[in-house]
């Protein structure tokens, strides 16, 4: 990619884009102990009838109400006990419907009992304002996934496992060296958010351009404490430029289609908080990711323009319980729904065999 076009596509954050909204404050101001949550099947996924399906609740050690869906094997029922237990999320700007979901589905399939969560401010979960990540608070919502599971009476809480999606694969990881309660970590197709914020994609940005940068988020700031609102950077670009790389094309071929839309989804929609980025800059979340002595399988696509985050993570990590599997041919989006390109053998082995009793 010409370095022009790596430049360009940096100030896009994450997978984000060019629509700016100035009038996004929310106005929702929910009673978290009371509020509703969608009953319908309204995934981007058919159901399966091989597990069962319930919405559930948990909150987090800030107070926040997350929202998840339980999948449970359907030969499975509340009064077994000694179950392994997974907890989902991602993609970064994803809900459970989409990626995540799919993920603790397949993996209930196979004999787990999960939970695809929304992350705080996102989705059907609570949190104010809205549509806002965080370092801290979404590492947070894994463990907070964790301190649910380890008190269901069929789950065994010494049997637990977690899979980050995408950017919320940085966020497992993180959430791997500081809980030891997780005790098997899958980062799927993962990118290190705080890395692609400080330093653009590929590495790109310099000193020059972050402190740019942080001028533009601090005046948004300044921008929407005057207004009483929060501008939203908008989601996946839509309509997609001709110079797009093929990346953002796939991105587009994901969450703007039939194939993975769903209205809650920021990337669907209008995305992100514009000054989300802010906290990333200064929060280097794999700084301690050598220290995780539990088992981690990274799963990256061979030809996904991320595959650098799971590389470099990879070398960072310790120890013989540790793996890097590179799918030949797969793109960074093809590991969100494609059958055919995620792992699920392995992942089900991996988890079997480090959540074993």
């Known amino acids: 990619m010409a370095k ?58 800030y107070g926040i109400t997350l929202a998840a869906d339980l999948y449970q094997p359907v030969e499975v029922s509340d009064a077994d006990s000694g179950l392994a237990a997974i907890a989902v999320s991602g993609p970064f700007g994803a809900v459970k419907e989409q990626a995540s979901g799919f993920y603790a589905q397949m993996l209930a399939e196979r004999g787990f009992l999960t939970i695809a969560f929304d992350p705080s401010f996102t989705g059907e979960s609570g949190g104010e304002p809205r549509y806002v990540a965080s ?57 290190d958010i705080s890395r692609c914020t400080a330093n653009g994609y590929f590495d790109s940005m310099g000193v020059d351009e972050r402190y740019e940068l942080r001028r533009q988020l601090n005046a948004q700031r300044t921008e929407d404490y005057r207004n009483g609102s929060y501008a939203l950077a908008g989601g996946v670009v839509d309509p997609l430029p001709d110079d797009a790389p093929q990346f953002v094309k796939d991105y587009y071929a994901y969450y703007k289609t039939p194939r993975g839309y769903h209205k809650r989804s920021l990337n669907s929609n209008r995305g992100w908080n ?73 992942m089900e082995s991996f988890f079997m065999e480090n959540l074993k009793k």
């Open 274 to 346: 514009r000054t989300s980025s802010l906290a990333f800059i200064n929060a280097p979340i794999l700084a301690y990711s050598d220290e995780i002595r539990s088992a981690v399988l990274l799963i990256h696509g061979e030809k996904a323009h991320s595959r650098y985050f799971s590389e470099d993570a990879f070398r960072r990590l310790t120890g013989d319980n540790k793996e890097l599997m590179i799918i030949p041919g797969a793109s960074h989006v093809d590991l969100y729904d494609n059958v055919d390109a995620i792992p699920f053998d392995r």
């Open 135 to 191: 370092p801290d608070i979404n590492t947070e919502d894994f463990s907070a996934a964790v301190d649910f599971l380890s008190t269901l009476d069929n789950v065994d809480p010494e049997r637990i496992g977690i899979v980050g999606i995408c950017g919320w694969g940085g966020f497992a990881i993180n959430a791997a060296a500081i809980d030891t309660r997780i005790k098997a970590t899958v980062a799927s197709t993962m990118y």
């Open 4 to 61: 022009n076009n790596i430049r360009s596509v940096a100030v896009l954050a994450a997978v984000v884009l060019a629509t700016v909204c100035t009038s996004c404050r929310t106005n929702q101001k929910e009673d978290m102990e009371n509020f509703s949550l969608t009953q319908e099947w309204d995934k981007t996924f058919p159901a399966s009838g091989k597990v069962s399906h319930r919405k559930v609740t948990f909150k987090n050690r």
